[in-house]
């Protein structure tokens, strides 16, 4: 079983930033490439990040230059650093491991809006 836990979401101004923190398990952090997926209403869940265990990093080409996936070894955690965030980018935004799990936590809501 993979249990993730995100946090981070909340409202924003377009053009403003956020980011999302994802707490894992020591186990699968080390282990398994991680994922950031996001699912808007009407539309099915995609990733829009993802970072290897080596650090390697990819992104959806709808974010690509304005998102950020890191991570912290230490506190086995994985962000997401959004800046430039537009309304099309609202959405529950969900960590899991790359490729996914079929157990997905709460989310954490992301809203852009004026």
């Known amino acids: 079983q993979v249990q993730l836990v995100e946090s981070g979401g909340g409202l924003v101004q377009p053009g403003g930033s956020l980011r999302l923190s994802c707490a894992a398990s020591?186990?699968?952090?080390?282990?398994?490439?991680m994922g950031w997926y996001r699912q808007a209403p009407g539309k099915q869940r995609e990733l829009v990040a993802a970072i290897t265990s080596g650090g390697s990093t990819n992104y959806a080409d709808s974010v690509k230059g304005r998102f950020t996936i890191s991570r912290d070894n230490a506190k086995n955690t994985v962000y997401l650093q959004m800046n430039s965030l537009k309304p099309e980018d609202t959405a529950v935004y969900y960590c899991?491991?790359?490729?996914?799990?079929?157990?997905w936590g709460q989310g954490t809501q992301v809203t852009v809006s004026s």
């Open positions: 020591r186990i699968i952090f080390r282990i398994y490439a």
């Open positions: 899991n491991t790359n490729p996914a799990v079929d157990r």
